[in-house]
């Protein structure tokens, strides 16, 4: 077994134990292999990566992708459901802004909105449009922290796309589908919590997005920085 990816195989069991405690629900499992996820993969990333600002920020969003998987789960429990979802959802908001700030920083100033600005518009469409699906099924006291977290992750999808033929293309590749994925992980977390939509294998759905993209987004970097 290669040492050096040790703490992958493990994000890779914990991915499959998680999932499959989604398709055959059980919690026991959930509750063990989801903290693991992050934990893992962040370890992984730790280990494989150069040490810089870019990947100190995604380290740090990786971190915080794992307290807004603890908070989350935990709002399944019988009492404070509604703060340990708005925990959740700020700890991911982190997540977001790290990856946006590292995505945004990367290019330097020379990213694809310079050249084609219009292209931010298609990304602007999105957040018109999830807020305004989610806003008249959410408390109100929801709607302010939903509607930043939808803007920041939209601000987080635009700078990736940004480095659009900044970077090579290999890397750009994962990091997009992967910020991609994360996008629909989070709309889909959103209608479920919110329009109460009876979509099957929901809890699957988010679990296997969110899992393909935190993993694509790793693998992005470390080829970005070319470590592998």
């Known amino acids: 077994m290669n040492t050096k990816n040790t703490w992958l195989y493990l994000f890779f069991t914990a991915a499959f134990v998680n999932l499959y405690a989604e398709i055959f629900p059980n919690q026991l ?28 920020l995604i380290l740090t969003g990786l971190f915080f992708a794992f307290l807004g998987d603890t908070f989350l789960m935990l709002r399944f429990g019988e009492t404070n459901q509604q703060l340990f979802f708005l925990l959740g959802l700020g700890s991911f908001l982190v997540t977001q802004l790290c990856y946006f700030i590292a995505f945004w ?12 600005p219009w292209i931010g518009f298609l990304f602007l469409l999105y957040f018109v449009g999830n807020t305004y699906n989610l806003w008249y099924d959410m408390p109100t006291a929801f709607r ?7 803007g920041v992750i939209t601000m987080m999808a ?8 900044a970077i090579p293309r290999n890397p750009f590749q994962y990091l997009m589908v992967g910020v991609l994925l994360f996008v629909i992980s989070d709309s889909l977390i959103g209608i479920s919590q919110f329009k109460k939509m ?4 929901t809890g ?9 993209a935190q993993y694509l ?12």
């Not at 302010?144 to 939808?150: E, I, K, N, R």
Request: proline letters at 4%.
């Open 29 to 56: 499992l959930s509750y063990i292999s989801k903290p693991l996820l992050m934990i893992s993969l962040g370890f992984h990333f730790w280990n494989n990566r150069q040490q810089n600002q870019y990947t100190n």
């Open 105 to 116: 920083t990367y290019a330097g100033g020379d990213g694809f909105l310079k050249k084609q």
């Open 144 to 150: 302010l922290p939903v509607l930043v977290y939808s």
């Open 158 to 165: 635009v700078s990736c796309f940004n480095l659009y033929k």
């Open 198 to 201: 009876a979509i099957p294998y």
């Open 204 to 212: 699957f759905l988010i679990m296997s997005t969110y899992i393909a």
């Open 217 to 228: 987004i790793v693998k992005g970097s470390l080829l970005l920085e070319g470590e592998i």
